[in-house]
């Protein structure tokens, strides 16, 4: 029997790769999920790889602790820093959550930033990615935080774009189909990988695992020599520590561990 919260999901790994899959939060049923009451759910990791879930912009939720916190003031948006934590949106500050009461946080703001309504992402070596549109012109930006350099802009657009990720030093953005390269030095947009289908929503990224990509329908890896797709799966959240990937389905709030995932763009290939 097919489990229910494999219908409509496939992943395909290549035999004797040594790259493997095992579920770190088992699905929830859908009586469970309408139990909940869960909207807007967003993923993060924390140090030694905490699984941190937030819905709603109100609720955070520590799954491997096991502990909630409600915050007193609402969030926009949650990704983890690697060896830090969650850090949050709220209004136009980046910020966290400082515990103060029993299950209850304050948003501590830590910085303005420079773009009206940002996301953000998870980058690698502590680095986090912020985008949004410009105050000056409402031109798409994305800036980036860490490596010891504060807050900085590394691409401006005039298009959509919809993620980003890297790790401060090399830097990737998804604008429609596309998936390109930063360079740091002039702030050119440089395409690495042109999806035949789909917009990209989804990027992650290490310097030990390489570039990933999800679609509104899928999930795979791009290499020098093209892309392999994995994952058919409704709009998949990504974020990348080393050689690993974590894989977000929130359709059934299942979270998978890919392990050695880094080893699937040796099997990209150009369609």
């Given amino acids: 029997m097919t489990p229910a919260w494999l219908l409509g999901v496939s992943l395909i790994l290549p035999q004797g790769s040594g790259i ?3 579920v770190v939060v088992p699905p929830a049923g859908s009586a469970a999920i309408e139990k909940m009451g869960w909207s807007d759910v967003r993923f993060a990791l924390g140090p030694g790889d905490a699984v941190w879930f937030s819905h709603d912009g109100e609720e955070a939720s520590n799954f491997t602790k096991g502990y909630r916190l409600k915050a007193r003031t609402p969030f926009n948006d949650m990704a983890g820093v690697s060896g830090v934590g969650p850090m949050f949106v ?5 910020g966290f959550l400082a515990v103060d009461a029993p299950a209850s946080a ?4 830590v910085t303005a930033l420079p773009v009206t309504a940002p996301r953000l ?3 690698d070596a502590g680095t986090l990615y912020i985008v949004g549109r410009g105050k000056d012109g409402g031109r798409w930006e994305v800036w980036v935080l860490g490596r010891g350099r504060g807050l900085r802009k ?3 657009s005039t298009e959509r774009i919809a993620a980003a990720a890297g790790d401060g030093r090399t830097s990737y953005a998804a604008v429609g189909r596309l998936v390109g390269r930063v360079d740091e030095g002039s702030g050119a947009f440089k395409g690495v990988f042109l999806h035949p289908g789909e917009d990209v929503l989804s990027l992650a990224f290490s310097e030990a695992g390489g570039l990933f990509y999800a679609t509104a329908s899928g999930a795979g890896a791009a290499g020098t020599d093209g892309s392999v797709e994995f994952l058919r799966a409704p709009r998949a959240g990504l974020v990348a520590r080393g050689t690993d990937l974590f894989v977000f389905l929130p359709d059934s709030l299942t979270l998978l561990r890919i392990e050695g995932a880094g080893k699937l763009r040796t099997y990209a290939r150009n369609p």
């Fill in 20 to 22: 493997a899959a095992r």
């Fill in 90 to 94: 709220s209004g136009g500050d980046l």
């Fill in 106 to 109: 304050a948003f501590q703001p």
């Fill in 121 to 123: 992402f998870s980058g």
């Fill in 154 to 156: 590394v691409l401006t």
